[in-house]
């Protein structure tokens, strides 16, 4: 089964939408939310997709720069993907999500990444609304549920603003303290020398410490 792993200008905006990147453990029965939270690599070869932004990409692309078992799925293009535009069936990215249960099969997990840019602050309720969506698409995976990688200064990425690392982790916090899905790797951080130089978006050192950290949580 293939698993699925389901951030300053107007000019830095438009960049990270450009990138075609960013900013349970969940089954869809009850049981499944107490099984494992770390080592989770019972899984085929691209059995680990995703939900998320262009750093949620990114980090897979940092996967796979490191020692890998190669369960996610290759990188698809999610840039300027934030949690609110994953919130209608009719999404683009839910398109792009289709192509690739197409291309590896139904999902046995699926990594969820917080993404919230300041102009779009999230509420609970868009959560609720994404994880409808990807029920249907996904419906008997396992929902792996992460905050945004985190950055050292907190505040140096524009394009999701100071809070909004904060308000992801308090979002998947609740996510999982509802049942929607388990707690995922918490990544980072991402620090002005192994970003871009928008400080939003990692270079290729920022890339691999961030594949690593997923590498660690579901298993290399």
Not at 164 to 174: I, Q
Request: charged share 10%.
């Amino acid at each position: 089964m293939a698993v699925i792993l389901v951030v300053a200008s107007a000019l830095a905006a438009t960049y990270l939408i450009g990138q075609g990147g960013w900013i349970n453990n969940y089954n869809s029965t009850a049981a499944g939310t107490t099984s494992k939270t770390k080592g989770v690599s019972d899984s085929g070869p691209h059995s680990i997709g995703y939900v998320g932004c262009s750093n949620t990409a990114d980090a897979v692309t940092g996967y796979y720069q490191v020692p890998n078992g190669g369960l996610f799925w290759q990188p698809y293009p999610t840039g300027g993907g934030s949690l609110d535009l994953w919130t209608s069936g009719s999404s683009r990215y839910w398109s792009l999500f289709d192509q690739q249960v197409q291309t590896y099969g139904q999902p046995s997990k699926v990594w969820i990444e917080i993404c919230e840019r300041a102009a779009a602050p999230l509420d609970f309720a868009m959560v609720q609304e994404m994880f409808a969506i990807l029920r249907l698409r996904a419906p008997s995976a396992t929902y792996y549920i992460s905050p945004l990688n985190s950055y050292s200064p907190s505040n140096i990425c524009a394009i999701t603003g100071p809070n909004g690392v904060a308000d992801a982790t308090n979002l998947a916090n609740e996510a999982v303290s509802k049942g929607l899905a388990l707690a995922g790797p918490t990544i980072g951080p991402l620090t002005s020398q192994n970003t871009v130089s928008d400080m939003c978006h990692p270079n290729t050192s920022g890339e691999s410490l961030l594949g690593s950290q997923l590498a660690s949580f579901f298993g290399r």
